[in-house]
């Protein structure tokens, strides 16, 4: 249905109550590429809530899309890895830096700002290519990824938190007082932590978006 209306300009809402316009570039029940009249949007179709294509009276050009193979979302990860990418994980929380890794239900993204940081798969609401040639805050890329955590990646997310047990960790980008803690153990999905008035806290992996430890 949606590849009749490539070209053609869309408003839509994503989970997370946010909300993007631009022109329709391609479209696959895997993900869809949106141009804002800025930058490419990849969307995963799984965060789409609903859509429309309002007529308007601007004409927004779109010029070339990145090369980048969008067929799925996993080749789309792989095909960002190493690129200056901006991704989304909630309506205020986007973050720059370097796809390092693609595991199994999660990849691994390495900030200048957060450092090492581990991304669920279901909860990226959509990735921007950036220029690779300014690359981020005027920072050198080879300096920068030379700074990714050398602790070895697991298949999955819930290994990847059980191999930081006793390790100070902040979920989220810490945006919440109880994302901050220290790990005692996984199990079930559940993520036991204490936090920094020596509080148990216990966290439903399935909501958390990201995680980082400070190093």
């Known amino acids: 249905m949606l590849s009749n209306h490539i070209d053609q ?3 839509l809402e994503l989970t997370e109550n946010i909300h993007e316009a631009g ?4 479209a696959n029940s895997d993900l869809i590429v949106l141009y804002t009249g800025k930058v490419y949007r990849y969307i995963p179709f799984k965060h789409i ?7 308007i009276d601007e ?12 067929t799925s979302f996993r080749k789309l990860l792989m095909n960002a890895k190493g690129m200056f990418v901006e991704i989304m994980l909630t309506k205020k929380d986007s973050v720059h830096g370097y796809i390092v890794g693609i595991m199994n239900n999660y990849f691994v993204f390495y900030s200048p700002v957060f450092k090492t940081m581990f991304v669920s ?16 805050y005027g920072l050198n890329k080879a300096e920068q990824l030379a700074q990714v955590s050398t602790i070895s990646w697991a298949r999955t997310l819930e290994e990847q938190v059980k191999k930081l047990a006793n390790k100070l960790v902040v979920l989220d980008l810490g945006m ?3 994302n901050i803690g220290m790990i005692s153990k996984v199990k079930n999905g559940i993520i036991e932590m204490v936090d920094a008035h020596g ?3 216990f966290v439903n992996m399935r909501h958390v978006k990201s995680f980082h430890f400070p190093q």
Request: aromatic share 8%; proline share 8%.
């Open 9 to 11: 300009y869309m408003e």
């Open 23 to 26: 022109i329709l570039i391609e």
């Open 49 to 55: 809530k609903n859509f429309s294509f309002p007529m």
């Open 59 to 70: 004409e927004i050009g779109s010029g070339e899309v990145p090369e980048i193979d969008e």
């Open 121 to 136: 798969m279901d909860h990226l609401k959509w990735l921007s290519v950036c220029d690779d040639v300014k690359g981020p």
């Open 176 to 178: 919440h007082p109880k």
């Open 199 to 201: 509080e148990e806290i």
